[in-house]
């Protein structure tokens, strides 16, 4: 072995051996061989964490003992590792040290272990900078040195952390490549990439290919799958995972206990939430600020909201201080309440409590005011935290263009969207989405087509067009995936890394939102081609059509009167593997019951229920054949209790088949169809009442009609001028039914209706 640079006395300050020689000997330089001896004691690691504890203010010298020692695993433990890292971060120009020292051990012939570059992957990704931790980790080749394991899942956390992970797979599976086995951490990392991406069925399918290589997972590996489970809306199956995690004897923590709970409030579940914490509470959980948030947050969305305010009041009375995220809530809930003057008060009481109000707090309260259509004070409290350097952000613009727009004010959402351009403020996905959408709903469609071309090619045009040229073009995520995929073979990690980088500084990415909404938008218009040219181009850049597209595309050919073709396309969604939702199934009804179809209005919604889970075949065919035979009643009665059964009551099919019945003059069984929703104590829609009201005026049934009224002012609905006036002036003309138009007019002026507006002249004239 080749000596070091120096004598190994420069890296010890008053080693051992000095004692045994008198003041009066020259001081002997020991070999590596004598530090190899000290360090090789049993001890040996405690001595090396000593030796760097020691080099705080002379770094270097700690760097060289560390690096060389790297080539020895029993005297590297994560200790030493840690004291380089918090030595390195210390200050920027360590590194620069360090790699200098590196570099010298090198061309001295001293090898250079894995750890060397862990623990500068764990600086850099510590002090924020990602590039430099990949840069490090594809440096690793020109010191002769292959990363082991542990290096791999330094530098998988870092691209994880930064969103890189189409990154990520590729380093994996090279890592793969070098017959290298992934551990716990391994799997953890890329689960919890798999969950940030939405890709859940992936993250379950590496948690099975971790147990099948035997690695038991542990508490953090189950928490990161029951927080994914629950963001993609699968709280039950987050359950039945956590009760597996304690028959296999891996003890749930608090935050997978909140991960849970959180799942169920955000699904609108309380009754199970509360379920779920008196289940914990017997087991020792505390419900901390995390927990009293989730369930303050789910109140609100249900539109709980004394609720929630009181569950805030039982929390201040158990000392529990409310942090900066609880205070959003509460501020976002009492803003959706329409109480926006009392979340702006609580956003002034938060400095009291030693909270400094963030952007989100903000927003929120414009959010209240917009919702409320009070712009100018939205745009006045916008303008007050402009002076602030945090505010505002792409989220507080992209609320106001949003409020513009639902005030039919596209023009000022426009100039909202230049403005932020001008300061430098990124607009999001989000952003893009709701002026198209805005621009699309003005009939303003070519110039939504252009803002989403503007979104395409994003602020680097240059990017765009090399990437989208040439044999190896980049033009949706498969080819970006084989791009980075070649880049990493081809040991260019950095390469890759700095593609994705420009790739996500260069714009945002036209998303299915962005697509569904422009395609609406070509369908309300009357242009189908240009509706079906997005539908192809959205699949050629990657974007698998949803639900929501299929459905869109059905109704716009529906209003086209393409009939066949609507059913074609929903054909062709369902050989595609896209479950059409109950969206696309009533769509479809609402279309057929207007072509006089009601009977497969009725066939279509069966099909619907049988798709479900656990529906009883013989019941949906006795449905079908009570409704075509005519026994409304029994067919009615059968979907409801199925429905009740299944605690799915959907007001939609029932409003379109009534209003079906109607259309096709059947209006007898509509009005047993009424009866029959009345008995199980339904809300008939005003919709439905209006039909059966028309309906029943035509067939000159007054006394029918007039009772389907006044439920309507029993339950408090205010039908529109029109069929007020068909009904009175059909009681008008009768010749025994006037007294009872002057009974309903009294009856409407006492339940609000302003008569002034409401009636017609000819109406007026009648009740002279």
């Known amino acids: 072995m080749k000596p070091l640079l120096r004598p190994i006395y420069y890296f010890i300050p008053k080693p051992p051996w000095r004692r045994r020689y008198s003041h009066t000997q020259p001081d002997p330089s020991p070999t590596v061989n004598d530090l190899l001896t000290l360090l090789e004691k049993s ?111 330094a530098v998988l956390y870092v691209m994880v952390r930064k969103e890189v992970f189409l990154l990520a797979l590729a380093v994996y599976n090279q890592m793969l490549k070098c017959n290298l086995s992934p551990t716990r951490s391994t799997y953890s990392i890329l ?57 296999t004897g891996c003890v749930p923590n608090i935050v997978t206990y909140h991960a849970l709970l959180d799942g169920y409030c955000k699904l609108g579940r309380l009754d199970e939430a509360y379920a779920l914490v008196r289940s914990f509470q017997r087991i020792g959980y505390v419900l901390g600020v995390e927990g009293y948030s989730s369930l303050i947050f789910g109140l609100f969305r249900a539109r709980r909201f004394d609720e929630a305010l009181g569950l805030y009041g039982k929390l201040l009375g158990e000392g529990i201080e409310p942090d900066i995220i609880l205070c959003t809530i509460l501020i976002k809930g009492l803003s959706d309440a329409g109480r926006v003057k009392d979340a702006l008060n609580f956003l002034g009481e938060m400095s009291k409590k030693g909270l400094v109000p963030d952007a989100y707090c903000y927003n929120a309260v ?13 745009r006045s409290l916008h303008l007050e935290i402009s002076k602030q350097d945090c505010f505002p952000n792409a989220c507080t613009y992209t609320i106001l263009i949003c409020g513009m727009c639902r005030n039919g004010l596209v023009g000022e959402a426009e100039q909202i969207f230049n403005e932020m351009e001008k300061l430098g403020c990124v607009p999001c996905v989000v952003t893009f989405n709701a002026l198209i959408d805005g621009l699309c709903k003005a009939s303003k469609l070519k110039d939504a087509h252009m803002l989403f071309y503007k979104m395409e090619i994003g602020r680097k045009p240059s990017l765009f067009l090399r990437l989208s040229q040439g044999s190896d073009r980049i033009i949706d995520s498969a080819s970006l995936q084989k791009k980075v995929e070649q880049l990493c073979d081809s040991g260019l990690i950095l390469q890759a890394y700095k593609l994705l980088i420009q790739l996500a500084s260069s714009g945002v990415a036209p998303d299915i939102i962005t697509y569904n909404t422009l ?86 919604w069966l099909k619907y229920l049988r798709s479900l889970p656990n529906r009883d075949e013989v019941t949906i065919e006795a449905i079908e054949k009570n409704f075509k035979e005519g026994q409304i009643e029994k067919a009615i009665q059968g979907l409801l209790e199925m429905d009740v059964q299944f605690k799915n009551l959907d007001l939609g099919p029932y409003t379109i088949l009534l209003i079906g019945l109607c259309q096709v003059q059947r209006v007898d069984e509509a009005l ?79 339940f609000g209706y302003d008569l002034d507006a409401c009636l017609h002249q000819t109406t007026k004239f009648l009740l002279q």
């Not at 380089?84 to 200098?100: A, E, H």
């Not at 430099?132 to 020109?142: G, I, P, Q, T, Y």
């Not at 339950?715 to 007294?739: A, H, Q």
């Open 366 to 378: 414009i959010k209240g005011f917009c919702d409320l259509g009070l712009l100018d004070e939205a």
């Open 519 to 604: 395609i609406d938008g070509f369908c309300k218009s009357g242009n189908m081609d240009g509706a079906f040219k997005l539908f192809k181009d959205m699949q050629l850049k990657g974007i698998t059509p949803d639900s929501v597209t299929y459905g869109t595309l059905i109704d716009g050919l529906q209003r086209a009167e393409r009939e066949e073709d609507a059913f074609l396309v929903f054909n062709q969604m369902v050989k595609n593997g896209c479950t059409p939702s109950a969206e696309v199934y009533k769509s479809l009804m609402t279309w057929s019951s207007r072509n006089r179809k009601v009977t497969l209005s009725l066939s279509l």
């Open 672 to 750: 047993r169809m009424f009866s029959v929703l009345q008995e199980y104590k339904v809300n008939i829609t005003p919709p439905s009442c209006v039909h059966l009201i028309d309906g029943l005026c035509r067939e000159g049934n007054l006394d029918l009609a007039i009772n389907i009224f006044h439920y309507t002012l029993e339950r408090g609905f205010m039908l529109m001028p029109e069929i007020c006036n068909k009904l009175l002036k059909c009681l008008l003309l009768s010749r025994d039914k006037k007294g009872h138009a002057f009974d309903l007019v009294h009856r409407m002026r006492n």
């Open 191 to 247: 689960i919890n990439g798999f969950c940030k991406t939405r890709k859940t069925q992936d993250a379950l399918q590496m948690f099975d290919e971790m147990a099948q290589r035997g690695i038991a997972p542990d508490t953090v590996t189950y928490t990161i799958i029951v927080s994914g489970l629950c963001q993609a809306k699968r709280a039950h199956e987050a359950h039945r995972l956590v009760d597996k995690m304690r028959e």
């Open 43 to 153: 001890d040996g690691h405690n001595q090396l964490i000593s030796l760097i504890q020691q080099h705080h203010a002379n770094p270097q010298l700690a760097f060289r003992v560390f690096i060389w020692a790297t080539q020895r695993s029993k005297l590297c433990t994560r200790t030493c590792h840690s004291a380089i890292v918090d030595m390195l971060v210390k200050d920027d120009k360590r590194f620069d040290i360090y790699w200098s020292t590196m570099q010298e051990l090198r061309d001295c012939g001293v090898g250079i272990g894995c750890g060397a570059f862990s623990v500068l992957i764990r600086g850099y990704e510590r002090l924020g900078n990602a590039e430099k931790a990949v840069e490090a980790f594809a440096k690793m080749e020109e010191f002769d040195c292959k990363p082991d394991v542990y290096t791999y899942n």
